[in-house]
C-alpha cells in the first residue's frame, strides 16, 4: 500500500491492484468488477497519473483479465488481448498520446 493512496485504495475495498512496470503504472482489476477502475475516485487519479504520465513519459494502463486499456487524460485505448510476442506503440504529438497500435515483436528484436 502506498502511503499516499488512503483506505478507499486497498485492494479489498477497490477491487483494484496497483503495480508498476519499467513502463509505468498497472491498475488490475478484479475479473469479478471489470468496470472497479472506472468508479469515483479511482478513475480521476488514474487520469491524473496519465496527464503526469504524458510529461514524464511513463504509461497507465488497466489490465481486466486478459484486456488491457491505455489510460490518457482524456481518452482510453482499449487494445484488447496483448501477447507475449506483442508490444504497445503510443504514437505522440509533442508528449500528448494521440493514438496506440498493438505490433508483432521481431524475434530478433526480444533478445
Known amino acids: 500500500m502506498n502511503d499516499s493512496l488512503d483506505e ?35 478513475q480521476a487519479q488514474i487520469r491524473k497519473w496519465a496527464a503526469s504520465g504524458e510529461e514524464d513519459d511513463v504509461t497507465v494502463i488497466v489490465i481486466v483479465g486478459q484486456r488491457v486499456i491505455l489510460i490518457t487524460p482524456t481518452r482510453d485505448f482499449d487494445l484488447g488481448e496483448i501477447g507475449p510476442d506483442e508490444r504497445i506503440v503510443r504514437d505522440l504529438d509533442g508528449t500528448r498520446v494521440v493514438d496506440v497500435r498493438v505490433v508483432k515483436i521481431n524475434p530478433k528484436q526480444q533478445s
Do not use: H, N, Q
Open 8 to 42: 478507499r485504495w486497498m485492494p479489498s475495498k477497490a477491487k483494484l491492484v496497483l503495480t508498476t512496470s519499467e513502463d509505468g503504472i498497472e491498475v488490475r482489476c478484479d475479473p469479478s468488477f471489470p468496470d472497479a477502475w472506472r468508479r469515483a475516485p479511482y
